[in-house]
């Protein structure tokens, strides 16, 4: 991501001082974080089930394998890996708000899911985990969010294991003008006020529009995984590119 | 690739669904707590893989792991799954390939289609016992109604087609053709035997 000279990132389209981005990203999780579920829900026309689905098969996770769930918000990813790995299996579900984390945490556990879950409060720009620890990292729509993303996708690329792979699930740009066009029309005229109905805060979904207008495209992305040292780095456009999920290989 | 995820999507909420109004699913889920079972159908080339747990059963349409059952079948067996005497014909007769273990398959069939779900207190407890008991009762009213009147239009039709428009034979007339032919087949035999028995003295 091409930075500022003066120490600045974008928070949306507005421009602020890095050292605050974090507070304010983490002012719209706290603030959203307890309609996180249904919110996705009713944005995505429940689409975003379908996206995590595909997630989970070109994770090709395995029992007994270890998995860090990144900016794993509500759990939805942490639940089905947990299920998939078994009781030998391990599944970090790590995120850098701990209001997330909490409500995450709280529907786990009324799931039933226990005893191979645990639960970490980290940023990923520097994951406290040993190198070559994870079989599977994930990180699905929290990339956008992290200040530094080349310095993230460089600590990922540290604790993943040889012959372990990276999901980014994001959003992304998509193929076609006209579904450019609809899309651009409903994330910002009709997303804020859907947030405003329900959550009772346009301001962070104003913020999510314009955070996706922002986050660097396909290729763009696929170069800066390839850059930190990922290999056979591929993507698949889901949804006509509106979301995009990227796997790369560590050898 | 988005159409096979939406159609597992469905399909795990659905059984999900079901297994929740059922109470013996628990225990059932419980006894194959961990078990990964993979399942195609032969027509479709959609390979299927059920991830058995204590919470839930999860459909994935991609797994790169060991399963402990991998299981084809065609879909015209796929309802005798359930009968355990039943497994060892469909398995001679090509319509089941079983990989690992044959006993994970009985009990996941089971899991899947012996479902002992009592519809009329579930609906007793949305709707009031009165409705619920009235419902069912005329639901099952209907359904034993229609059967007997399928069943009498399938009467119905087959003597119009043998008795009025004569379109085909009746059993009794095909009886006696088939009486007719055997005969003429008897005769036929004991007139080439004669036959046999003339040449051979001519000769």
Redo the contacts between chains.
Sequence with gaps: MKKSPDNTTHFGFKTVEEDKKVELVADVFHSVAAKYDIMNDVLSLGIHRIWKRFTIDCSGVRKGQKVLDLAGGTGDLTAKFSRIVGEEGQVVLADINDSMLKVGRSKLRDKGIEGNVSYVQANAEELPFPDNHFDLITIAFGLRNVTDKDKALASIYRVLKPGGRLLVLEFSTPLYSPVKKFYDFYSFNILPKLGKLIANDSESYQYLAESIRMHPDQETLKEMMNQVGFDNTEYFNLSAGIVALHRGYKY | ??LT??L??LLETGVNQLHQLDSSAVIKRKQLN?T?IGVSLKELDIPLYF?I????I?V???????TDCTIRVSFSALKQLQDNHQLTNLIKSGELEVEGDIQLVQQFANLLTDMKIDWEEHLSQKVGDVVAHKFCYHTKQLFKGAVTQSKAIEKQAALYITEEAKLAPSGLEVAYFCDQVNTLETETDKLLLKLDEKLNQQS
């Design positions: 690739m988005s995820n939406l597992c999507g961990g990964i991830v747990s204590d919470q839930q999860d994935l349409n991609k797994f790169e792991g060991q």
